[in-house]
């Protein structure tokens, strides 16, 4: 098999988790919410669906609790942040810390449990095409869905009236609040929706991509998925970009390892965060573009009548 | 209005406030005296075990886990274990291992060797408690060192590898390139080598000692750099599992993973520390301790490689019995001469056995292996 | 329906009420936790509140812990209050261990003598230089291309990572450490002087007490200070005033980082006394917890800091006391985090109960917008 068709196939299946979080988190900034608790609502939605898929036999009756459990996570989040108004970076942070107890203390028991045997997925028909079959098309169903869900975000964003309005609780929710749009109730559907597509990226990696349970298992890919919503100067696309770059250069810094090149692993090991900051600094030399599509309101409390 | 700054300082003050009152109410003395060795017959002797990782990590921590509740099933009521995880390597680690003697445990087992420094420290401080040491090299009157033999395994399972392989690729995903992991991966080598002089390793560290996720890219990395037979020191059962996704083969390591891939699995590398841990507590009861380095491996039982798979051939079971044969009867030495390292220099001259000092200080990977470690 | 209006001064009884009602609440949820897991719930409680304060030895304890959490907070406080968002004070911090570390190394295998007076504070200055120029890396990227200082800073800290242990497997091991990844122990004379016999508590205490008074006159009594504050609250008045936006980032990002770097050097040649991969237990990250429980302000961040410390000494002393799960200690240090932003919601906002009215009948008019609020 082409050795770069494999690197392009282990790119996308290592970037998907990443995006489907990054994705997320995306309609929560763009809303106004800033999430930090993306590592424990992926913790909790990676033992949730595993417990589900062990019990249930299905790997999609696990992703259903996973996104389920992200949802629930996220509630807490929304009801202290929308309607509280608590500090969101604070009450992300908890959030982070009570989902990494919680997952670890709840999965006790389901250390060293299998799930019944999985099957392998390939696009029928297109797996066949030379380099591109091996390359995009033996892929999980999640991976392709992470791609469309790119399209279709920005497309909702950028396109839908919905999205106009969920880009203007997120820019200035008082003038949105008084055109009399529901500036929490929006919120709080964004904040939602980021729960569920991260308990999906969870999920992901409890049922594919491990497959298994242990405490920790998501070993700081929410942290990333954070980070990667800023690299992509908050566009859906650049999101999906992120994470390849990140899941590709991370594959390929074990290559080159695995070929014997002379440079100590840990700085091999280096390599995905530098090329990540590398990019992120080349693409940013414009601040207007940042202006545009970074939300206005991010990370402020909104009252309506305040 | 309250300034918010001074809001914040009132808040906590009154929760430490709260707390303190609370801690006067019940305060206790100084921290006790390390306490006399206390009869035997009349309480229970309290052991303690400090892990790494989380007892629940199937892995490292799990097995020595393990090997606790042998002691408490040998045991019984003559023991009270406790046992405290996640217990970082760093400062915190002192703190732990004192509170642990100061509590009255006569015994107390590190698993890990980032504890030595603070083991060594606190060993000072309480004379009457013995200190055991994994992987490690201080010592003390009170403090003793205990290691296995995790190369036995490796070398019978790059025996079976070396077989296996239909691309001549063998591959090994490393957490860090500490000596044990080095000696592993050079008698994985070994192994093969001795069946099949073709096969090279690759090897690949993740440099952590623990992510999953991570664990499967490096082995998906190996696989699609032509590895078909996958080893690790890593704890999770992700690179097995990643193995049989791809219809490759992998070995289990700390622990029985016969169960998680049935097509992928061909032997699993285990230790049973229960063996050592008995014999510790014997020790103490029986007032026989004394300072000493001791390295088990299949010989005692420490180590095996278990759950050999019916898709390996039955001469290859035949060698590999024979290698274990040899083990128990202590006249099979893994490492043993001529060794040449994959720079070209002679390590181990023709026919010599290694000794136990050469193998604590391997610092290099053996030839027809593809991989690096940091220079001096 | 449960709604929440503004009060027209935030409330003096509230700000005291709050942290009691929230740790009330933890305390009662914790209680029931440990009745579930079938563990006498007051000395379930005990293990957290009490024990960690028990005895002379575990009292230093807590305060050699907090300390660096205090130190990293500080700086984080002036960041944070510059809008300047910060999240890698972890790899400031190990490269403050690094730097300070490899001068210590260096004094240690030069065999240079000279008066512990003369060394500590050079190995200190170290810490700060290298988790000053750590920091500076995020400050230029931000400065020169834009580059969004939450990403390069959490990147920096993987980074910093793997410098580490580059270093201590590598260049720095210790030739006679049997090729273990750490450094040799450091000399006497480059070791931070202990402040309370019997215990591990070293000067770093007072220094962190001196810095926090420091902090506090910086930030509420000098200009500078003033200026970073109001660059973060209302950045065009800044910049109407005159105020350097570049001034506050890198004045920010240095002091922050600084602070993490002496942070990270006082581990270094404080409690470890050599450079092994496990410098840190994640003390940039909890800091960022410790800054916000503190409400920024450097008197909080004391008080915060113990409260962390306690918290962690406390999930060790659960562990090893009672058996419980180490799992618990994140579940109760996130829940009492939640419990205290949620009660402190009732400083600025009074809960009303409202009869339920459909707001989707007529969009909100002028008239319908009063201070009162529309539910």
Redesign the interface.
Known sequence: ?N?VA??IA?TI??GT?LALAGLGLLLNEKAGVVNLGAE?MMLVAAIAGFAAAYHGGSQWIGFSAGALAGVAMAA?FGW?VI?????Q???G??????????S??V??GY??K?LAERS?FEVPGLVHLPFLGDAVFRQHPLAYFAMALALGIAWFLYRSPAGLILRSVGEAPESA????I?VRGIRLAAVLAGGALCGLAGAF?SLV????W????V???G?IA???T??ATWRPARVLAGAYLFGGV??LQ??L???????????L??LP??A??AV???I????AW?RINMPGALGKPF???? | MIDPSRRSWLKASVIIAAALLAAACGKKEEAPAPQAAAPAKAEPLKAAWVYVGPVGDAGWSFAHDLGRKAVEAEYGDKVKTTLVEKVPEGADAERVIRDLAAQGNKIIFATSFGYMEAMFKVAADFPDVRFEHATGYKTAANMRLYDSKFYEPSYMAGVIAGKMTRTNTLGFVGSFPIPEVLRNINAFTLGAQSVNPKIKTKVVWINTWFDPPKESDAAQSLINGGADVLLQNTDSTAVLQTADKNGKFAFGWDSDMSGFAQKAHLASCVANWGGYYKKAIKDVMDNTWKTDRTVWGVKEGMNDLVKVADVVPDDVKKKVDEIKQGMQAGTFEVFTGPIVDNTGKEQLAKDTKADQEWKDKVAFLVKGVEGTIPAK | MLSFEVRAQPSVAMSFASPLLALALTVAIAALLFRLLGRDPVSGLGVFFVEPFATRYSIAEVALKATPLILCALGLAVCYRANVWNIGAEGQFLLGAICAGGVALWVTTAGIEAPRGVLVPVVLLAGIAGGMAWAAITALLRDWCNANEILVSLMLVYVAQQLLNYLVFGPWKDPLGFNFPQTKTFVAATLLPNLLPQSRLHIGLVLALALVAIFWAFLFRFWGGYQLQIGGLAPAAARYAGFSARAALWGAMLISGGMAGLAGAMEAVGPLRQLTPYVSTGYGFTAIIVCFVGRLHPFGIVFSGVLLSMFLIGGELGQSRLGLPNALTGVFQGLLLFLLLACDTLIDYRPRWRRLVSARDEPATPAQLPAGGAP
Request: aromatic share 10%.
């Open positions: 098999m050795e494999l690197l282990a299946a290592s988790p424990g807490v202290l309607w509280l108004n608590t500090n970076y604070a009450t942070l908890a959030l982070s810390l009570f989902g990494t107890g919680l670890a203390f999965g006790i250390v060293g299998k392998t609040h008084a055109l009399g529901e990696l991509y491990a497959p298994l242990v405490e920790g298992l070993s700081g890919r942290w954070l980070a990667l800023t690299f991370t594959m074990f290559q390892q695995s070929e014997g090149v002379q440079i100590a692993s840990q700085l090991t280096m965060y530098l990540t900051v992120l600094a080349l940013s030399r414009n601040p940042i009252h309506p009548g305040a």
